[in-house]
């Protein structure tokens, strides 16, 4: 893409109303805009991240075998009725009717309506297990939503929910999405530390918050320092095998938010293995047995032929909230710096001197070979001067930075830079090219 066509509106001082570093880099780098409190508008640099930390979550569901469908935005209140959340959600629903004067609302999450879509189809056991999720946006009404995505009102949310005809079968559902959020994340370059949680208006006993470590997180959170080394698995990881060694590995070492703290059991730690921090929510998994499927009557029949409510979990992950936790968690006085699994593109292409004539063929080549290997390459063909391509550069945060100049074309050399390191080689063009595509795309 050639930022001279690009629509990426940079702001060059910091908006007053951004509290946190997140929040101001996403202003500042043109990656979304405000239009009401709480609410923001997607433009292309963010939209492309949120599209690539979407399409990481669904790789990671597909692989531990849900299946992907796509609910609506907005729910009947009479759903919510059955399962008696309706008037206990509170405030944060968005409750409004329509013209026929009947009651509905904008969903902030979706067991009842999975619910309904499961018991009007699966009426015996062999149909299970079965895991639906889909990614669709959501809203609550937040009394003061603030830190830009990170607590916004309307969001972009995955939520998975599993069906299984006993506790023991619920439980290693539970277990493929523990170990499917632990892969997600990592390929995000993050690690997210899962923690006992409470379970809240969601219920149910069993549950495990996802956590990012940031200062600006609005968790206190307690953990065992070795939780921050322990190996992911790996992509040759059987979801339908037994996770029980792998989910026990990380559930036996103390961690939990400040709701489930037990303070003696965190005292027994070594000191040097205690780890007290604030941490960002980016996933929260639940069981909750039949809390939905008894009142909602949402039964099959087990191999007796007796009917019996399902047993139920709901797994979510905050897509949106991702890319506010992935700049805490990765940026520096310049800018943000992108893990190259998300970026919004993997290389900027810096042309010193547009209207040279070498200058701009070399650019053109740089750009057609990496774009026909797979490298997406923003090439900054504009007339701006050369240090304010390079704050933009830093500011948006691409992996690499590929400059070209009159002076080292004369030497037959370009600059490459990395942004995370911000070391600089020069190389000839086919160097830089070669080692793109084999960092890249490797």
């Known amino acids: 893409m050639r930022l001279s066509r690009y629509f990426l509106p940079i702001l060059r001082e910091t908006p007053k109303e951004a509290e946190i570093v997140s929040h101001r880099l996403m202003l500042r780098a043109g990656m979304i805009r405000q239009q009401s409190a709480g609410i923001y508008s997607w433009l292309p640099l963010g939209f ?35 399962s008696g959340r309706y008037d206990a959600y509170g405030k944060e629903m968005l409750r409004i009717t329509d013209r026929h004067e009947r009651e509905m609302l904008f969903g902030p999450t979706n067991e009842e309506m999975i619910t309904e879509i499961f018991r009007a189809s699966v009426k015996s056991y062999r149909d299970l297990p079965l895991n639906l999720y889909h990614i669709q946006w959501k809203f609550r009404d937040e009394v003061r939503p603030r830190f830009g995505i990170m607590r916004g009102r309307e969001f972009l949310m995955k939520d998975a929910y599993s069906f299984d005809i006993d506790r023991d079968s619920a439980r290693a559902a539970y277990r493929r999405m523990f170990v499917a959020y632990l892969r997600t994340f990592r390929r995000m370059g993050l690690t997210a530390i899962p923690m006992q949680a409470d379970t809240g208006p969601i219920g149910g006993d069993l549950s495990h918050e996802f956590i990012i470590l940031a200062d600006t997180g609005e968790s206190a959170v307690f953990c065992h320092r070795d939780l921050l080394d322990l190996p992911i698995p790996g992509e040759d990881t059987d979801f339908s095998s037994d996770l029980t060694p792998i989910v026990d590995a990380w559930t036996s070492l103390y961690a939990a938010t400040d709701e489930k703290h037990d303070e003696a059991a965190f005292a027994a730690l070594p000191e040097d293995k205690r780890v007290a921090a604030r941490g960002i929510e980016v ?41 506010g936790a992935i700049i805490e968690a990765s940026h520096d006085d310049a800018g943000i710096i992108w893990p190259a699994s998300v970026a919004p ?16 063929a070399a650019c053109t080549k740089l750009y057609g070979e990496l774009e026909a290997a797979g490298v997406e390459v923003l090439y900054d063909d504009t007339d701006n001067r050369p240090g304010a391509k390079f704050a933009t550069m830093d500011l948006i945060g691409l992996p690499w ?3 070209v100049g009159p002076r080292g074309l004369e030497k037959n050399e370009v600059e490459l830079k990395q942004r995370a390191g911000g070391e600089r080689e020069a190389m000839s063009t086919e160097a830089a090219v070669n080692k793109l595509v084999a ?4």
């Open 48 to 82: 492309r991240v949120l599209q690539k930390v979407e399409q990481i979550v669904r790789e990671e569901q597909d692989r531990a075998g849900a299946v992907e469908v796509l609910m609506p935005t907005i729910q009947s209140a009479d759903l919510w009725r059955e």
């Open 283 to 323: 996933g929260h998994i639940f069981y909750f047995g039949t809390k939905y499927s008894e009142p909602m009557g949402a039964k099959v029949a087990g191999p007796d032929g007796a009917e019996r409510p399902v047993h139920m979990g709901s797994y979510g992950v905050g897509v949106s909230r991702l890319l």
């Open 345 to 360: 593109f993997h290389v900027g292409l810096i042309n010193l001197k547009p209207g040279d004539a070498n200058t701009d």
């Open 401 to 403: 930075q590929l400059v």
């Open 439 to 442: 960092e890249l795309k490797g």
